[in-house]
């Protein structure tokens, strides 16, 4: 779960459809891997008796696999791509949790590339009827279809479930369609499956995204943030328009004339409300090579003691405001957006929809088949946790957001079709229906961080009813100390090597899946036809 417009341009840096490898010539090293793509014929509607049209026709799904580690009798390992595109997930065959599961049990890995992701579109637009498929429900029909039908050119044998054990992997959005997977189809297809940071509860608005932030974060920079924003927030409420314009002058960005959008922008380099550039708390990781430190660095230069005397000057720019009080932090804050974040924006108009603009409603009704859209829709309609400001207590998001600053994005992306409509606020209940807080699947693992922003919503939230169900092989669940959002996926190819407890939760999931294998000849599958 990422901001829309990051993600989107992330993808396009990332499509590798030109570069074509073999696993098995290992003439690069396992890290620079690349592998074909292969496609597979998938039901466009699994339930046709929704009376929605094109009940007999497929579309192609694009998947791609790593047979390095395969031996006969091995287990298939399905990487669920979620939000993205398949190539963007090649790390988790190459060095990842799929790598070290198939090196540990001689196993098959395969990334199958969610609809309407990638290149794996039902239609050439994306409109509100086209979109119509793009339901929980279908997607994890499309993972149980693939497991019962799926080909590997080379590898001998029928590898289909549930013949063959699969066990799926996913994290974050795709964490939540493993359990979903696994609660619906567990039981006569798809055998296990691993849940990262999987926001298995939803709500429509989640100003809780930013509390391990406020809590994690380096104390003296989130401080001087809140104060920042509680003063900015009291011009708004008194209706100062001078002093809100001279405010947002001082970050370059005084073009941005919705408050909210100005608000969104300089929250950037934290994470904001669905389109946010910067690399955030959320793209910290453990593994440098998939992680990013800029949010540090933006801390460092709000929370500097020691700036330049022009930057330190800024700090009682607004200081006729607030009776002489300066904004402590407001100069190193401001420079940092001003040349750091700015830059993000390649074309320089911030008021643009690509970059924080959000008021043009034709750009948002713009049916490109993309990331973004795809992500939005399901944001509208069935997963919601809209990014807004808390009610009370300190804030490092402006309260001039709220969910109606996104609810207002799906009205203006999705008019009402011939078939089709998206509700008027996101349909909690299909989320919900699984079993929120209290889910349980049978070979289901969790496994969380306990500064994942998105924590609140997986099933070791702090929100979740107490006392919790003891753990066991058959619903094992792991929280690990000082991770973020699905840090378990990512790898360096040596386990013994790894910080402690990510070391040790690899150790777990390694445990725990050879556990179910031992039991996979005693599995009966029921209802299987």
């Given at each position: 779960?990422k901001?829309?417009?990051?993600l989107?341009?992330a993808l396009a840096?990332?499509m590798?459809?030109d570069?074509?490898a073999?696993?098995?010539?290992?003439?690069?090293?396992?890290?620079?891997l690349?592998?074909d793509?292969?496609?597979?014929?998938?039901?466009?509607?699994?339930f046709?008796?929704?009376?929605?049209?094109?009940a007999?026709d497929?579309?192609?799904?694009?998947y791609y696999f790593?047979?390095?580690y395969?031996k006969?009798?091995?287990?298939?390992?399905?990487?669920?791509s979620?939000?993205t595109?398949?190539p963007?997930r090649?790390?988790?065959l190459?060095?990842g949790?799929?790598?070290?599961?198939m090196?540990?049990?001689?196993?098959?890995g395969v990334?199958?590339?969610?609809?309407y992701?990638?290149?794996?579109?039902?239609?050439?637009?994306?409109?509100t009827d086209e979109l119509?498929?793009?339901t929980?429900?279908?997607?994890i029909a499309?993972?149980?279809?693939f497991?019962?039908n799926?080909?590997f050119?080379?590898?001998?044998?029928?590898l289909?479930?549930p013949?063959t054990?699969w066990?799926?992997?996913?994290?974050s959005l795709a964490?939540?369609?493993?359990?979903f997977s696994?609660?619906?189809y567990?039981?006569?297809i798809?055998?296990g499956?691993i849940?990262?940071s999987?926001?298995?509860?939803?709500v429509v608005?989640y100003?809780?995204?930013?509390n391990?932030?406020?809590?994690?974060?380096p104390q003296?920079c989130v401080?001087?943030?809140n104060?920042?924003?509680?003063?900015?927030?009291?011009?708004v409420?008194k209706k100062?328009?001078a002093a809100i314009?001279?405010?947002?002058?001082l970050?370059g960005?005084?073009v941005?004339?919705d408050n909210?959008d100005?608000?969104s922008?300089?929250v950037?380099?934290i994470?904001n409300p669905g389109n946010y550039?910067?690399?955030?708390w959320?793209?910290l990781n453990?593994?440098?090579?998939?992680?990013?430190?800029?949010f540090?660095?933006?801390?460092g230069?709000v929370?500097?003691i020691?700036?330049p005397k022009?930057?330190?000057a800024?700090?009682?720019?607004?200081?006729?405001?607030?009776?002489?009080?300066?904004?402590v932090?407001?100069g190193g804050?401001a420079?940092y957006?001003?040349t750091?974040?700015?830059?993000?924006?390649?074309?320089?108009?911030y008021?643009s929809?690509?970059c924080?603009?959000?008021?043009?409603?034709?750009?948002?009704a713009?049916?490109?088949?993309t990331?973004?859209?795809?992500?939005?829709?399901?944001s509208?309609t069935?997963?919601g946790a809209?990014?807004d400001a808390?009610?009370?207590g300190?804030?490092?998001?402006s309260r001039?957001v709220d969910t109606?600053?996104?609810?207002?994005w799906?009205?203006w992306a999705?008019?009402?079709?011939?078939y089709?409509k998206?509700?008027a606020s996101?349909d909690?209940?299909?989320?919900?229906?699984?079993g929120?807080?209290q889910?349980?699947?049978?070979?289901?693992a969790?496994i969380?961080g306990d500064?994942?922003?998105?924590?609140?919503?997986?099933?070791?939230s702090p929100?979740?009813p107490a006392?919790?169900r003891?753990?066991?092989?058959?619903h094992?669940e792991?929280f690990i100390?000082?991770a973020g959002?699905?840090?378990?996926?990512s790898g360096?190819?040596?386990?013994?090597a790894?910080?402690?407890?990510i070391?040790e939760?690899?150790l777990?999931e390694?445990?725990t899946v050879?556990?179910w294998?031992r039991?996979?000849?005693?599995?009966k599958p029921s209802g299987?036809?």
């Open positions: 779960m901001g829309l417009k990051f989107a341009a840096a990332v590798l459809d570069v074509q073999h696993p098995g010539k290992r003439a690069v090293p396992r890290q620079n690349q592998y793509a292969h496609y597979f014929q998938q039901k466009i509607n699994h046709p008796e929704n009376r929605l049209p094109y007999n497929k579309f192609t799904q694009r790593d047979s390095t395969y006969p009798g091995g287990p298939v390992y399905l990487y669920i979620g939000e595109s398949g963007s090649f790390s988790n190459q060095t949790i799929i790598q070290i599961l090196e540990a049990t001689n196993g098959l990334i199958l590339e969610n609809r992701y990638g290149a794996s579109y039902p239609f050439n637009t994306s409109t119509a498929f793009l929980t429900a279908q997607t499309d993972n149980a279809y497991a019962q799926a080909v050119p080379g590898i001998k044998g029928d289909t479930a013949k054990p066990i799926l992997y996913g994290g964490g939540a369609q493993t359990a696994i609660k619906q567990g039981h006569n798809l055998y499956g849940a990262s999987a926001p298995i509860d939803v608005g100003p809780e995204w930013y391990p932030i406020q809590k994690f974060a003296d401080n001087r943030i104060n920042i924003v509680d003063k900015f927030d009291d011009l409420a100062q328009t314009r001279e405010f947002k002058t970050f960005l005084e941005l004339t909210r100005f608000a922008a300089i950037d380099p994470g550039l910067s690399n955030t959320q793209e453990w593994n440098s090579t998939y992680g990013s430190r800029d540090f660095y933006f801390c230069n929370s500097d020691d700036p022009e930057i330190a800024v700090d009682y720019a607004m200081s006729k405001y607030t009776n002489g009080e300066p904004w932090g407001l804050y420079n957006v001003k750091v974040t700015r830059k993000h924006c390649s074309s320089g108009d008021n929809h690509d924080w603009g959000t008021q043009n409603q034709s750009a948002w713009d049916i490109t088949n990331a973004g859209r795809s992500y939005l829709y399901t509208c069935e997963q809209y990014i808390p009610k009370e300190p804030t490092l998001l001039v109606s600053y996104e609810q207002q799906c009205k999705f008019p009402k079709g011939k089709n998206i509700p996101p909690l209940n299909v989320y919900k229906s699984f929120d807080f889910f349980s699947a049978n070979r289901l969790f969380d500064q994942d922003v998105w924590n609140g919503l997986c099933y070791h929100e979740a006392p919790r003891q753990t066991s092989d058959l094992p792991l100390t000082g959002h699905h840090w378990d996926s360096i190819l040596d386990v013994e790894e910080p402690q407890f070391r939760a690899h777990w390694i445990r050879k556990k294998l039991d996979f000849s005693s599995w299987h036809h």
